[in-house]
């Protein structure tokens, strides 16, 4: 069985695991918020400090990974992520927990970006789109791991339990599947090797469109339980509910992704993407029941499934500039606004409620209907 683990095959393992942990995180943030007897600001400032490690990391994931190849980066950063899990019911105070925070931001940061340029290397060597399908696997790693923290929290399993079950799994495999990475592929000395120059208009496109995409991504998975618990005012099993329904028309989407890319191209696709993110967040603010939270949630899981993917996809084979680089931007905007998005919205759910959270999302993707509407020509050329 061994011997038959490729390359492609351990990076979509990859991506499952990182995820996993993520719906770990997005299930049991009311039990961290009750641990640490915190507000919605206060889990506000821990996405935030998350973030700001992640972002740091980003910047300079070029440099890193140019000492420390990519399947060392991702091997190093998961085994700490396991570790770190395991940590975290034993802090009770919010500023210990935002530093803890912050390394936790660090080690992620530089796993997302070296397991996206793995992805983005393995599709230019099939020259056919995957990316979309790497991605199907983080979302379905989110699915699987809200469904069972959801499962786990319903026979009242305690915090730390969930935790080392998970851990005790997920740590083994996550060595095993590094060592079956892709090796870095060289990059052309007339590439940018840094984030910091021009950027063309096409990365600025790029970097606006996921970082609202990741704005909604991260604004669900971090919110979507406390919005079922609070506004609609279900629990046990039902508090997830939403995040469940929202991951599994992600896992479709992802999946049937690089089918449907190949047949509508990137533009027709990425303006189906944004009209079902729209319709999605119309219901969800509109209507306010169980019933309306799984239909408006899955539709706006289906929207944004593959906007992030295709980005990754475009910005890695941007004439110019290193694959690494591109992926960081792209990187940098989509972990970033995950993060920092959702710590804004917690500033709208303290003062507009928690009914509202999710208000910014609509002006956002409207917004970005029309950028990419205008840059019809540059997003076809790429692609």
């Given at each position: ?161 969930n935790i080392l079950i998970y851990v005790a799994v997920l740590l083994p495999l996550t060595i095993l599947f590094s060592n079956f990475l892709l090796q870095d592929l060289h990059t ?125 996809s475009l910005a890695g084979k941007i004439e110019g500039v290193s694959s690494t680089v591109g992926i960081s931007i792209i990187s940098i905007a989509t972990y970033g606004m995950f ?45």
């Amino acid at each position: 069985m061994i011997n038959k683990i490729n390359d492609a095959i351990s990076c979509r393992a990859l991506f499952f695991i990182i995820s996993f942990y993520i719906g770990l995180w997005t299930i049991r943030i009311p039990s961290i918020k009750d641990q640490l007897h915190t507000g919605y600001i206060g889990i506000g400032y821990i996405l935030a400090t998350f973030a700001f490690g992640s972002i740091l990391v980003m910047i300079f994931a070029n440099e890193i990974l140019k000492k420390f190849p990519s399947k060392v980066a991702i091997s190093f950063s998961g085994i700490m992520q396991g570790i770190l899990w395991i940590l975290v019911p034993f802090i009770t105070e919010l500023d210990i927990f935002m530093i803890f925070s912050f390394i936790f931001g660090c080690c992620y940061g530089i796993f997302e970006v070296a397991i996206n340029l793995q992805a983005s290397n393995i599709e230019k060597r099939e020259k056919k789109s995957m990316m979309s399908g790497f991605h199907a696997f983080f979302s379905l790693g989110l699915l699987s791991g809200s469904f069972c923290t959801s499962i786990l929290l319903g026979l009242n399993v305690s915090f730390f339990s969930n935790i080392l079950i998970y851990v005790a799994v997920l740590l083994p495999l996550t060595i095993l599947f590094s060592n079956f990475l892709l090796q870095d592929l060289h990059t052309s000395s007339n590439e940018k090797e840094s984030i910091f120059f021009l950027w063309p208009p096409l990365i600025i496109v790029l970097v606006i469109i996921t970082m609202t995409d990741s704005l909604s991504e991260g604004g669900v998975d971090s919110w979507a339980a406390l919005y079922m618990r609070d506004a609609v005012n279900v629990d046990g099993f039902y508090i997830g509910i939403a995040t469940i329904s929202f991951n599994i028309f992600m896992v479709v989407g992802r999946f049937t992704g690089d089918a449907i890319r190949d047949k509508l191209g990137v533009y027709l696709f990425f303006i189906i993407l944004n009209l079902f993110s729209i319709i999605g967040l119309i219901i969800i603010l509109m209507f306010n029941s169980v019933f309306s939270s799984i239909v408006g949630f899955s539709v706006l899981g289906f929207g944004i499934s593959s906007i992030i993917p295709l980005s990754y996809s475009l910005a890695g084979k941007i004439e110019g500039v290193s694959s690494t680089v591109g992926i960081s931007i792209i990187s940098i905007a989509t972990y970033g606004m995950f993060m920092i998005g959702p710590a804004i919205m917690g500033f709208v759910a303290k003062f507009y409620g928690i009914n509202n959270v999710f208000s910014p999302m609509m002006i956002l993707f409207c917004s970005c209907l029309l950028i990419i509407i205008f840059f019809r020509k540059k997003i076809n050329i790429q692609s």
